[in-house]
């Protein structure tokens, strides 16, 4: 069964400065992809970056970057630049197979960001 | 525009009534799936379906039941509604059931059960 872990249920970080949000997984699959969700106080869920087991680098996107290391089986999210609209629920998956073959996400319990002045 | 919408946003109802969300994507996925948001803001698959086709059903109770006219939509209804069910219900789309995509989700529709 595949597990996403979540250590930290709050976080606080200054605006302009860096943030890492900890996630770890468990799967005995060798292929998973690791995804990374943004839910603001709007309650909408928006994908951010996604990094396959297999991919050599390290994902970024804009601001975003997924620390990844495999051999720790940790997905660590690097928010640079902090800003005041990244205060918001963020969330770590792992795509899995299903029961009828298809696959699914599984979610970690989320960290609450609050970004301050 | 909206990739993946879902409607109501919002269903305030009585227990033991029957409601139904629907969710249509104009992505042209071939995947879509019902995931459900519990009070602690957990996240949960309910159900799969790849082409009309249900292909994950997680342990879900009878009285939900979805339904797939066609690849673009996928509704969910529940009868006989219960305090427990209220929770905040996500449809979401992916391009494929297979391999390792990145699911697009709808706005949510946060229903309460009185």
């Known amino acids: 069964a595949q597990k996403i872990t979540q250590t930290q249920p709050g976080m606080f970080v200054q605006e302009k400065e860096a943030v890492t949000l900890d996630c770890t997984y468990d799967?005995?699959?060798?292929?998973?992809?690791l995804f990374w969700y943004k839910q603001p106080s709007s309650g909408e869920m928006i994908f951010l970056i996604y990094?396959?087991?297999?991919?050599?680098q390290n994902a970024t996107e804009g601001r975003y970057s997924l620390n990844f290391q495999k051999a720790r089986k940790s997905a660590n999210l690097v928010i640079s630049a902090s800003q005041l609209g990244d205060s918001a629920m963020y969330f770590c998956a792992m795509s899995a197979l299903g029961t009828g073959g298809g696959n699914k996400l599984t979610f970690g319990t989320g960290t609450q960001l609050k970004v301050e002045l | 525009d909206t990739a993946v919408s879902q409607t109501p946003k919002y269903l305030v109802t009585q227990m033991g009534n029957d409601k139904s969300i629907k969710c249509e994507q104009n992505l042209g996925h071939d995947t879509m799936y019902w995931y459900k948001q519990d009070s602690k803001k957990f996240l949960k698959i309910m159900f799969s379906y790849n082409n009309k086709e249900l292909i994950i059903n997680e342990t879900v109770p009878n009285r939900f039941s979805p339904k797939s006219p066609d690849k673009a939509h996928l509704n969910l209804h529940i009868n006989s509604l219960e305090l427990g069910d209220s929770a905040v219900y996500f449809c979401?789309?992916?391009?494929?059931?297979?391999?390792?995509?990145?699911?697009?989700f709808g706005q949510g529709t946060r229903l309460t059960v009185v």
């Open positions: 979401a789309s992916s391009p494929r059931a297979g391999g390792n995509t990145e699911a697009f």
């Open positions: 799967t005995s699959d060798p292929s998973y992809g």
């Open positions: 990094q396959g087991s297999y991919d050599q």
